[in-house]
């Protein structure tokens, strides 16, 4: 399913521009929702985006990826491993937690994720990195960069701003569509340990009661568990209702979706971020206009801002020039030191003769 998925985004935005959109009415009390474990120190599932047959540079500073909301550490997995391909720098990509792999817990806050990030970091010991984060994870990522500056080269910012901003309502909308399916979640596991998706058709015609674009219903159902892997996961706690990887019935508790367009309150003089900084925005895209530009200056001494005929997901619709972006960004021909390539053997004329 992932496959087909990514086939459609090569023409198309996993998250479309939002529209004008009221939001809808929710079918079952808030009050009846069962609140998540609430943890502060977590550990979050994580991926080294491997390329293949390729000797990696392992003194260099690693890149990591983090992703938006309703993504995971696979959202940058094809994009990842063609750069440390190209460039023989270790790449990682991590589930931020209530994602993927990672545990369903509260808060889920931007302070709190950048808490959960700088962990990973100190966890394996890196002296520095660099971040790259899209949408919901390039807050997270700007955050961890004024927070603990010391630990981060270079920094990503892939499509949206150090400021509030509320989500549209039709976030909202695509929430509310998967907290309804999995109201009855039961309805859609019917093989034969019910405990993973089988009517994958049935939700996709249900959620375009709530989304129209076939696209952004295909990032939402990324998330459901379809596989042994997903519903073994110590993080789905009833097995045989839950739908989604992701806690979408506390996202809609709690507010999430207003949450992920906050910025979290800074000390006034909390100092600025000196490091080299690339803001890549998409200029069809509602989460980083010109007039922003200001408010990265408040906080970022080193920027660089490139923009792209793109929506928000910049790294789907120009994969090509997005890749060649972080290359030259992060690790260009010109500053790597590669070793001397292996002497190939002289291959015998008597090899390419055909036998008679």
Same mark, same amino acid.
């Given at each position: 399913m992932i496959k087909t998925i990514f086939r459609h985004f090569k023409t198309t935005s996993i998250l479309r521009d939002p529209v004008e959109s009221k939001v809808l009415k929710a079918t079952f009390d808030v009050n009846s929702i069962k609140d998540l474990p609430f943890n502060e120190n977590i550990e979050l599932a994580w991926k080294q985006l491997i390329p293949y ?17 309703? !993504? ?15 460039? @023989? ?20 806050? &931007? ?16 002296? +520095? ?14 955050? /961890? ?65 709530? +989304? ?69 925005? !998409? ?30 997901? /910049? ?28 002497? @190939? ?6 090899? &390419?003769?055909?036998?008679?």
């Amino acid at each position: 399913m992932i496959k087909t998925i990514f086939r459609h985004f090569k023409t198309t935005s996993i998250l479309r521009d939002p529209v004008e959109s009221k939001v809808l009415k929710a079918t079952f009390d808030v009050n009846s929702i069962k609140d998540l474990p609430f943890n502060e120190n977590i550990e979050l599932a994580w991926k080294q985006l491997i390329p293949y047959k390729i000797k990696l540079r392992n003194t260099d500073t690693p890149v990591l990826f983090l992703h938006g909301l309703f !993504g995971s550490k696979l959202s940058f997995n094809k994009i990842g491993r063609l750069f440390s391909e190209l460039t @023989r720098v270790p790449t990682y990509s991590l589930d931020l937690r209530n994602h993927g792999e990672s545990p369903h817990v509260l808060p889920h806050t &931007y302070s709190q994720m950048a808490h959960d990030v700088h962990n990973f970091i100190k966890e394996r010991k890196w002296d +520095q990195c660099v971040l790259v984060g899209h949408s919901m994870g390039a807050k997270v990522a700007m955050l /961890i960069s004024l927070l603990y500056p010391e630990l981060i080269s270079k920094l990503v910012v892939v499509d949206n701003t150090p400021h509030n901003e509320p989500l549209d309502d039709q976030f909202k909308n695509d929430l509310l569509g998967m907290c309804e399916v999995e109201l009855n979640g039961a309805e859609y596991k019917k093989g034969e340990n019910g405990k993973r998706v089988t009517e994958v058709k049935d939700i996709n015609k249900f959620l375009s009661k709530y +989304q129209k674009d076939p696209i952004s219903r295909s990032l939402l159902m990324s998330n459901l568990i379809i596989t042994q892997k997903d519903y073994r996961s110590v993080s789905i706690k009833d097995k045989k209702k839950e739908v989604f990887k992701v806690p979408v019935m506390n996202f809609w508790k709690h507010d999430i979706i207003d949450a992920m367009g906050a910025w979290p309150k800074l000390p006034s003089n909390i100092p600025k971020f000196e490091n080299p900084v690339l803001i890549m925005y !998409g200029i069809k895209s509602n989460f980083v206009k010109k007039d922003n530009f200001e408010i990265f200056k408040k906080y970022f001494t080193n920027l660089k801002f490139e923009e792209f005929d793109t929506g928000h997901w /910049i790294s789907v619709e120009k994969p090509k020039e997005f890749l060649n972006s972080l290359i030259m960004f992060i690790s260009p021909p010109s500053s790597r030191n590669y070793e001397d390539p292996p002497k @190939r053997k002289k291959v015998s004329k008597k090899m &390419y003769r055909s036998k008679k």
